[in-house]
């Protein structure tokens, strides 16, 4: 598994996770994401549903679920 991966939308990334034995932790790069920096995740897509969930709750549309991808960075 990559020790690295960074969540984006369409519009800005969300923030990168980075780590290895005790999960991933996930340092944000958004105001919109804050909330999360310093949280381990087991996975990187816990992550990603996590990110998506906060999204969802901070935007006025909330018939339109955030899409927010993760790819592995090294």
Known sequence: MPD???LSTAHFTAGVLS???KGLCFQSSH???RSLQNRTFATPEAARRAVEKLLLSKTFNSEVAP???CRAIW
Do not use: E, I, N, Y
Request: proline fraction near 0%; hydrophobic fraction near 50%; avoid cysteine.
């Open 4 to 6: 690295a991966f960074v």
């Open 19 to 21: 780590g290895r034995k």
């Open 31 to 33: 105001s919109m994401t």
């Open 67 to 69: 899409q927010v991808a």
